[in-house]
């Protein structure tokens, strides 16, 4: 499929994702799936917005890809080619992140399957396991992302989360695709809190990627994506296949939009990072904040792996603020920070997870770090923490 990977027009070499090996990740994000220049046209075409297209009358839907809009379109083709060449394979997207993981364990799991799945990993995956996934026969089990790790004979799929939301504990990937693979077993990884950017889960030697595009990847809090990438034509298949017939794709000018954000994903998480990294060293010299997790802290238990396994650190910091009254105070005090879910947008936003049913304390904080100047927010929150002190 040609139009799907696009190449340098000069000749050098490309990339696995189809870039020169030298262009660093500002340029890959620019460029990622713009066509070919071709005078008269815009950089990035607009969203083609069609449920069936004109047919040729002889030859049918063999003349074209574009034959009608739940298979294929040619805004979200794009939109695959660039965020395959970020993640260094091939693409599907999804209409949501849910839609894309449901999507990939239903489409891979048989019963009788047995499939490991994160125990501290996105709740919403959680139910859905123990309330769908389980009822068809698959053997669901959960293992904490930083392990320890069962023996993987006869495990059909090791799904995992690193950095795991909304904990942030991380495991070693090429380790665990070297075991997985060992015992015959898949490996998936969900990059959502790390990005393509954040780590290259298909280098490090896992099966496939699967993603909400949600959250950092498009950063810009106005859609829902999810995808999966891999560099196996027969797993690809399989996926499409299911997306074809069950239908959850993303519209296409949800998809243009996406694609329009991806080009400042390198400057976006570069801000989001730095600002996470003064935050996280804000809240661990307070004695009012308990917890703290940020990867990128030396002390934090996923500093070493981490360290060595991603090329950048998340915006997210996680704490605790005792209860949840003290977390409504905190918020309303703050200047910057909005009280909403999601993670990784251009505004720095407080989830109190367990107000979602999600199994963490009452007074777990997500802060999702936006691209706001650094001062600005380190001294908004140490306002709004001492507004909130305990007596
Ligand atoms: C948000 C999220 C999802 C689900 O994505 P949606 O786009 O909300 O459907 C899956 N995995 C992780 C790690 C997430 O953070």
């Given at each position: 499929m040609g139009e799907r990977t696009s190449g340098p027009a000069d000749g050098a070499a490309p990339g696995?994702?189809?870039?020169?090996?030298?262009?660093a990740d500002g340029t890959r994000c620019v460029h990622a799936?713009?066509?070919?220049p071709a005078p008269g046209q815009p950089f990035l075409p607009g969203p083609v917005f069609a449920a069936p297209y004109h047919l040729d009358p002889w030859q049918g839907p063999a003349a074209?890809?574009?034959?009608?809009g739940r298979p294929d379109n040619p805004t979200r083709r794009l939109l695959e080619a660039a965020i395959g060449e970020l993640e260094g394979g091939d693409c599907r997207v999804f209409a949501s992140g849910q839609a894309a993981i449901t999507g990939l364990l239903l489409a891979v799991l048989r019963p009788g399957d047995t499939v490991l799945l994160p125990a501290d990993g996105y709740f919403p995956v959680r139910s859905f396991a123990t309330q769908t996934l389980a009822g068809t026969g698959v053997d669901v089990r959960f293992v904490p992302t930083a392990g320890p790790y069962p023996?993987?004979?006869?495990?059909?799929l090791v799904l995992v989360e690193?950095?795991?939301?909304?904990?942030?504990d991380v495991c070693d990937i090429a380790a665990l695709a070297e075991r997985a693979h060992a015992a015959g077993a898949l490996l998936a990884v969900d990059n959502t809190t790390a990005t393509p950017l954040g780590q290259r889960p298909l280098d490090l030697g896992a099966d496939l990627v699967v993603a909400s595009g949600?959250?950092?990847?498009?950063?810009?809090?106005?859609l829902l994506l999810g995808y999966v990438a891999s560099r196996s034509a027969h797993l690809l298949e399989t996926v499409t296949a299911w997306r074809t017939t069950t239908g959850a794709v993303p519209g296409a000018f949800d998809a243009w939009l996406a694609h329009r954000s991806l080009a400042t994903l390198d400057l976006r998480l570069a801000r989001q990072s730095a600002n996470a990294e003064a935050v996280a060293r804000l809240l661990v010299g307070r004695?009012?904040?308990?917890?703290v997790r940020w990867?990128?802290?030396?002390?934090?238990?996923?500093?070493p792996v981490a360290s060595v396994q991603m090329r950048r650190l998340p915006g997210i910091v996680s704490f605790d603020l005792g209860d949840a009254d003290r977390v409504a105070r905190f918020v309303e005090a703050?200047?910057?920070?909005?009280?909403?879910?999601?993670?990784?947008?251009?505004h720095t936003t407080a989830d109190r997870?367990?107000?979602?049913?999600?199994?963490?304390?009452?007074?777990?904080v997500r802060l999702s770090c936006g691209v706001e100047d650094t001062a600005d927010l380190v001294a908004d929150l140490t306002a709004a923490l001492d507004a909130v002190r305990p007596a």
């Open positions: 696995p994702g189809g870039f020169p090996e030298d262009w799936g713009l066509p070919e074209s890809p574009n034959g009608y023996a993987l004979d006869g495990v059909r690193t950095p795991a939301n909304p904990g942030l949600t959250k950092a990847l498009t950063g810009h809090s106005d004695p009012d904040v308990t917890g990867p990128g802290l030396p002390d934090d238990p996923a500093h703050s200047r910057l920070v909005a009280a909403a879910t999601s993670f990784g947008g251009l997870r367990a107000q979602w049913g999600d199994d963490t304390a009452p007074g777990f």
